[in-house]
């Protein structure tokens, strides 16, 4: 009877010791995360003004802002200018990855060690450094690009104007390449070698074994690399806003939706239409991760 | 006969098309870079890739004794307090690093070992809790951290910051406990052991391996941060260096002159970029690992 009683305190004690480890975590989550996220959700449902009256005056309206972003015709110029961007960086950076990962795992090509290292070397050096690297690449005059290009004899271009769109692309891929290659080289190198060697038996031919064995092995991390791209690509604005400053240039060219949150909040000082555009992003991020989790764990 | 030739002829030309890809895929990736680590040694640096005519150490030392440049292609458009971005820099990284740590490796454990109703629905939960991207975020999280005393407050940013990074690292310190067998514990406990003599004498050495890679991944996100210090430091001296880089180049966008001390900052990028490429050096092995898991670190 008593060591039964023993036992069961010193269970509950364990369980409650196990749950007090929780709380810290939890508590700086709740406070510096969720309270952050409830907050701007809930300004996305007023009119609330950055300056003036309305900061602290504002008033509940609804889903007006979501209406008008939805019939805003900058919303939408914004949007596709989001659909060119992500795009255009999903394709190359996946292109890129998946060429680079061909190396690395390939038997002809030497110096793996040396390649990966490279490879790598955008994506881990902190991303303060991208953008004005390549501010001062691009530089129109003096710029290292144009300097190479006039030296191949073709026509300089204005990287920081015409082909601003294209420049940020370039940026982004460079920048991010290296996690389609990490997530391919590991699902390349993880395809037992017997399946190939059996097929060799068999006398398979090349394209049957990429289609039967390669493919189907490499199909979740496939998807996952894209998911991964596309969430990254969303919501970061960073390069678009080095590029652009505080006001968006008049056709949008850089306008990508995520930074047309932050002009609408910070420049036009509508903080209640920012907020709401915000939280659309936030909903197309929250479907993604949710489909990524549900394919989960390749 | 002709399937021969049209062998013997496609074979090498594919090996010269693969080295044509890999030599423009290194320039891509390359050229920024060298730019970066030239113009550091150069003393008479500019937006533009040349040879040095000589090296010179003297970027460096004006990093830390905080002189303008007087090399150059001119000399700094404001004051210089490189040294001081440095500092801070350390310190937001290994405040953070402590925060999350302390933080996530007691949840992580908890996590691992408890047994309860809606675990999935709560590591789920932990994972999207902050799902709504920083843009949108910006004005809670100042108004919070004018609330809290934050503002212009180092420990504020790292205390904001691991916030932002805990989730993960609680995903990937739990994957490190669940594979910690429980008997090592139950043994520890028929030998005498306590409750928390058996965590910190079984559990936590087996568990090293883990927590240096959390304690490593939170040093960088910490220190390669870029928005939440542009959310919450106000005042120059306070500046991680990732605001200052941006603060040198970014005060006009699209029409850098040549009024910027290209050499100091370019030598800044390159002290900036030393430890996370140690850091990944050091831990690609694992890095490999965790990235094939269901979630991407950054």
Redesign the interface.
Known sequence: MFSEIKNWVRVN???L???L??I???A??????????I???W??FTDMA?IGKKFLNYSFIGLRNYIEAFSDSYFWLSMRVTLYYCLASLVIRFM?GL??AL?ITSK??KGKRI?A??????Y??????H???????L?TD???VN??LVALNLPPQSW??ERLTESIIAINC?AGYA?AM??L??ALTSIPKEYYEISDIYGASKWFKFRKITLPLIKYPLILTLI?IFK?DI?D??YAY????DTPYPDYRTEII??Y??HK??SDFE?GF??A???I??II??II?LI??KM??? | MAKKILKTIAEPSF?AI?YV??FL??A??????V??FITAFNPRG????EIPKEITLDNFIRVFTGERGTGGTGTAAHPIYMSRWIANSLFIGFATML?TV???A??G???S??EFKGKDFLM?A????????????????YR?GKILGLIDNLLGVA??I???T??TQ?WIIKGFFDHIPREIEEQAWICGCD?LATLFRVVLPAAGPGLAVVAFLSFLSG??N??VPLIMIYSEPLYP???G??S???HN??E?G?AID?GS?CAL?VI??IP??VV??IFREHL?KI????I?I?
Do not use: H
């Open positions: 004690v364990r369980n010791t196990l749950t480890f929780m810290p975590a939890l700086i989550l709740i406070i510096f995360q969720l309270i952050p996220t907050w701007t959700i300004i996305s950055l890129l060429a680079a190396y002809k090509f390649m290292a490279v490879f790598l070397l955008p881990i050096i902190p991303g303060a450094i953008s004005y690297v390549w501010l001062s690449m530089e003096y710029g290292t300097r190479i920081m104007y460079w996690l990490l997530v080289v590991s991964l990254e919501d604005f960073t080095m590029f652009t400053g995520a930074l949150a932050y909040a910070f903080l920012g907020c555009i915000g939280f992003i936030a991020v929250f991760t990524q989790l989960g764990g390749i | 090996t693969g890809i890999l895929l290194f891509y990736t390359l050229t920024p870079l730019w970066l500019g937006p533009y890739l925060i302390l933080l996530s007691p949840a454990y908890a996590l070992r408890l789920t932990i994972l999207l809790i902050g799902f709504m991207p920083m843009t949108s975020k910006m004005l809670p999280l919070l205390i904001v691991a916030s932002g805990i989730p609680i409750y220190w390669g870029f928005t260096i990732s605001l880089l941006a040198i180049f970014v966008p699209g850098i040549l290209y900052a990028s900036y970029a996370p490429m990944y050096y490999m990235r094939l898991g269901k991407e950054r």
